[in-house]
C-alpha cells in the first residue's frame, strides 16, 4: 500500500511540473546549477510579450509566451567561448525539446527568423518546445571564417563540438528546471544547421536527438572567405560526413567527400 502511494505522488508530481506553473525563484535558481565547464550568466522567468532579436537593422519583434531564459557560456577547451541559450516554456511544456541550428559561418544565436522558415528558437518555444541555439564559439562579424585562423580549437568547435555540448547541457538544464527530462529530442536546422545535424548523429551515437528535421545540409563546398576553403572529412561509425575548415590552399578534399548526399528524407516531428 506505502509502495503505491508513492508511485502516484511521484506521477502526479512529474505531471504538475511539467503542465504547472513556473514560478521566478524556481527559474532563478538553474543559476547555481553546476555543470561541467559550463557558466550560467542568467536565469530568468520572463513574461508574455514581444521579443525584439538582436541585429542591424534590427528585425521585427516576435512575441512569446512567458519562459524561463538560461544563457550559458561553455568553455570545453581553453580557448572555447560558446555561447548559448535555453528556453522553456512556464506553462504547457510538451515534454520535447527542439534545437536549432545555424546558417552560413554561424555566429549568432539563432533567436528568430522569417515567419515562413520555422527553424528558430521563438518558433519552437511558441509551440511548446523546449529550445535552445549557441553561436558555435565564435562571433559573426562579417569575416566568415577568419576566426578559425590559428585557432583549431575554435574550428573544432564550428565544426561539431559547440552543438553537442550545448544539447548535452540544454538537457541537464530542462531537467533541473522541470523535474525531469524530454521524452522526445529533435534538431532542426537547414545548410549549416543541416551538416550540424549529420555531424551530431554520426559522431556521438547513441543519438542525443531522436530526430533530425534537415535540409539541404551544407557539405564540402568552395566560398570565399578572405582564403580558400577545404573539406575535411570526418570518419566516425564507418561513415564520413564533411566539416568545413578554412586554411591557405585550395580546394584539395572536396572529391572525397562527393557521395555524401546533398539532401535526404525529412522526418516529421511526433
Given amino acids: 500500500m506505502k509502495a503505491t502511494m508513492v508511485l502516484v505522488m511521484m506521477v502526479v508530481g512529474a505531471v504538475a511540473v511539467t503542465r504547472g ?3 521566478a525563484a524556481s527559474c532563478e535558481r538553474l543559476a547555481l546549477l553546476g555543470l561541467p565547464h559550463t557558466a550560467i550568466a542568467t536565469a530568468t522567468l520572463v513574461p508574455a510579450g514581444p521579443f525584439q532579436p538582436p541585429g542591424t537593422p534590427a528585425p521585427p519583434p516576435v512575441m512569446l509566451p512567458a519562459h524561463c531564459r538560461v544563457a550559458a557560456t561553455l568553455t570545453p577547451s581553453s580557448d572555447s567561448t560558446i555561447e548559448m541559450e535555453v528556453w522553456m516554456p512556464a506553462d504547457n511544456w510538451n515534454g520535447k525539446f527542439e534545437a536549432v541550428g545555424n546558417g552560413g559561418w554561424a555566429g549568432v544565436i539563432t533567436y528568430a527568423g522569417p515567419q515562413a522558415i520555422p527553424r528558430n528558437m ?16 565564435h562571433v559573426n562579424d562579417g569575416t566568415q571564417g577568419r576566426f578559425a585562423a590559428g585557432h583549431p580549437e575554435k574550428l573544432t568547435d564550428f565544426a561539431y563540438r559547440a552543438v553537442h555540448e550545448m544539447t548535452v547541457a540544454s538537457k541537464a538544464i530542462i531537467t533541473a528546471f522541470y523535474g525531469n527530462g524530454p521524452r522526445l529530442s529533435y534538431w532542426n536546422g537547414c545548410s549549416t544547421g543541416g551538416r550540424q545535424a549529420l555531424i551530431e548523429a554520426q559522431r556521438f551515437p547513441p543519438q542525443p536527438h531522436t530526430s ?10 568552395p566560398t570565399s572567405c578572405g582564403f580558400s576553403m577545404t573539406a575535411s572529412c570526418v ?9 568545413t575548415a578554412c586554411c ?9 567527400c562527393s557521395n555524401w548526399p546533398a539532401r535526404a528524407p525529412t522526418p516529421r516531428r511526433a
Avoid at 570518419?235 to 566539416?243: K, N, P, Y
Avoid at 591557405?248 to 572525397?256: E, G, H, K, Q, Y
Fill in 248 to 256: 591557405r590552399t585550395p580546394l584539395a578534399a572536396a572529391s572525397m
Fill in 235 to 243: 570518419h566516425a561509425t564507418r561513415s564520413m560526413v564533411c566539416a
Fill in 122 to 137: 521563438a518558433f519552437a518555444l511558441a509551440e511548446g518546445y523546449a529550445t535552445a541555439s549557441t553561436d558555435t564559439g
Fill in 21 to 23: 506553473t513556473a514560478s
Fill in 212 to 221: 533530425r528535421i534537415r535540409d539541404n545540409p551544407a557539405t564540402c563546398r
